[in-house]
């Protein structure tokens, strides 16, 4: 492993963080996401249920039924706990996939502030931080 002025380590194949931290933090990130998804899954199947645990408020711009929502969250969390998996094996197609569907999740738990604020807000934040991870700036090994 050869280490150039700036600090970037390149290896024989693939790509790999212009920063040390972002390497670990794409670790990070994986992990979220697959922590993040079981959640979401379970916060699914709570809403699908029509558990007790949902605050329900009336005449909310982006009402659905609580058990539509349960839905969204239950397959939106299978998607991002497969791809923390695929990002957590090195497959660069996760990093698009982990992207996207840390948007989508950004967006559905945005709308979802109206049935569990907190733990919205809390799940945003995260996302956002997934998508920085993800995004950090990569320059490709060179032999």
């Known amino acids: 492993m050869a280490s150039n002025v700036s600090g970037t380590r390149h290896h024989g194949t693939g790509w790999e963080a212009e920063n040390p931290w972002a390497a670990g933090w794409t670790v990070a990130a994986a992990v979220l996401m697959i922590f993040g998804g079981i959640m979401a899954v379970f916060q699914g199947i709570a809403a699908i249920a029509e558990d007790d645990v949902f605050v329900s408020t009336r005449d909310f711009t982006y009402a659905f039924s ?3 929502w349960g839905w969204v969250h239950l397959i939106l969390g299978a998607l991002v706990v497969a791809a923390g998996a ?3 094996t090195g497959a660069t197609w996760a990093r698009v996939v982990g992207v996207t569907l840390a948007g989508l999740s950004m967006i559905a738990n945005f709308v979802w502030l109206p049935y569990f604020p907190v733990w919205s807000i809390v799940l ?4 956002g931080f997934i998508i920085w991870a993800l995004c950090a700036p990569r320059r490709e090994s060179r032999a």
Request: hydrophobic share 70%.
């Open 86 to 88: 695929a990002l957590l």
């Open 124 to 127: 945003i934040i995260i996302d």
């Open 66 to 68: 609580l058990t539509g």
